[in-house]
């Protein structure tokens, strides 16, 4: 993932970070949790996975690292946020319209989770 | 009290494995890996669930990301191998076609190997200084002491530098002796860019020393070169050993850390 790149495919695990950035800065923690919650529980990312992305994130202008900053909900120790970049806004935003054009895709076929699981 | 301790057990045993991660990485991300992974494990134990299982799979997931990143970091730095083996491989084209071409030129396996082995630990020895401080004098510097001390290690395997009867003892002082005081230097400067223009005035001043007792001595007299020939050899090797001084003190000038490396 080079820089320039923003409209490539994105792997589960950045769209699943940029889409916890894009609503605010976030620690690793943070992200962690926000993308448990949006993926209801079902994406799980350890910290080796989590900070291997951030760094290929990083190095492709996707996300930056902010200032260190104490979390008011959590202790005193100061932590490393993230944020997203402009780059990443593109990525995301080309990636969602993807998505959609999927979505638009399945619709026109009249195909459904459902019925696919059932092999309708 | 117990989970605490137990909690700060398992954080100091998750430190030990970001260890694995390569130096680079684990100074950019370690701490606030550490820092994630302990505020999982605070939010496990405040639940009350299991640590064990959960340790379990952090410290494997982890590991398996260190593997990764580990692979990486080789992959970045296949690059230079092959192109020192590359230019190793052209270098010894030379004695080759001279082998073949060159009346009395007559190179065995063995030369080759050692020579293709000496001029690969050069280049990787200049890929892996040169590498540590980015700027230009300080690669110039390490490029000239390190091609210099490989003609000098060349002229002598080939023929040797001082003949004489006492050709063996001065050879090894003139030749070993001023690679051993470089070598030596070099790792007490820590490769720092003062440190290191030291180490290559010394290598200068053992030369002359050298090349003044056996001059003084006679060691080589009878040889068609003696003295001049190995009078201005000597100079020439002084005057890029004191070059290569000079040019390593501008880079400990040029660095805003002065002496330190990147």
């Known amino acids: 993932m080079a820089k320039g790149t923003s409209s490539a495919p994105l792997t589960p695990a950045v769209l699943h970070i940029l889409l916890a950035l894009a609503t605010q800065d976030r620690h690793g923690y943070g992200i962690m949790k926000q993308v448990e919650a949006d993926s209801r529980e079902k994406v799980s990312m350890g910290p080796g996975t989590l900070y291997g992305s951030i760094r290929r994130m990083i190095d492709a202008g996707l996300i930056r690292e902010s200032d260190k900053a104490i979390d008011p909900a959590m202790d005193d120790e100061r932590r490393v946020y993230y944020a997203i970049t402009g780059i990443g806004r593109e990525a995301l935003a080309a990636e969602l319209q993807r998505y959609r054009e999927v979505v638009a895709v399945a619709k026109r076929e009249r195909l459904s989770a459902r019925g696919l699981a059932h092999g309708a | 009290m117990a989970r605490d301790g137990s909690l700060r057990g398992l954080r100091s045993a998750y430190a030990l494995l970001l260890k694995l991660y390569p130096r680079s990485y684990r100074e950019r991300f370690g701490e606030p890996m550490l820092q994630t992974f302990h505020d999982l494990l605070r939010e496990r134990a405040a639940e009350g669930r299991n640590l064990f299982r959960f340790t379990f799979w952090m ?58 082995a000496v001029l690969f630990g050069t280049g990787l020895a200049y890929h892996l200084v040169a590498s540590r401080l980015n700027a230009i004098t300080y690669r110039v510097a390490v490029g000239l002491a390190l091609a210099a001390a490989f003609v000098l290690f060349w002229m002598n395997a080939a023929a040797g530098i001082i003949g004489g009867p006492n050709e063996d003892l001065a050879n090894l002082l003139y030749v070993g002796g001023v690679l051993a005081v470089g070598f030596i230097g070099a790792l007490l400067a820590r490769l720092r860019p003062r440190g290191m223009a030291w180490a290559l005035f010394a290598m200068a001043l053992t030369q002359a020393l050298v090349a003044g007792v056996a001059l003084a001595a006679g060691w080589g007299a009878g040889e068609p070169v003696w003295p001049w020939g190995f009078a201005i050899l000597t100079g020439i090797f002084v005057t890029i050993w004191v070059g290569s001084a000079l040019l390593f003190l501008r880079a400990s000038r040029d660095q805003p850390m002065s002496g330190e490396l990147a």
Not at chain 2, 83 to 101: D, F, G, S, Y
């Open chain 2, 59 to 116: 410290f494997a997931e982890t590991l398996a990301a260190t593997l990764r990143e580990n692979g990486i970091m080789i992959t970045l730095h296949r690059k230079p191998l092959v192109r020192i083996v590359l230019v190793t491989v052209l270098i010894l084209i030379v004695p080759l076609v001279a082998n073949q071409t060159v009346e009395g030129f007559d190179w065995g396996l063995f030369d080759f190997v050692v020579i293709g």
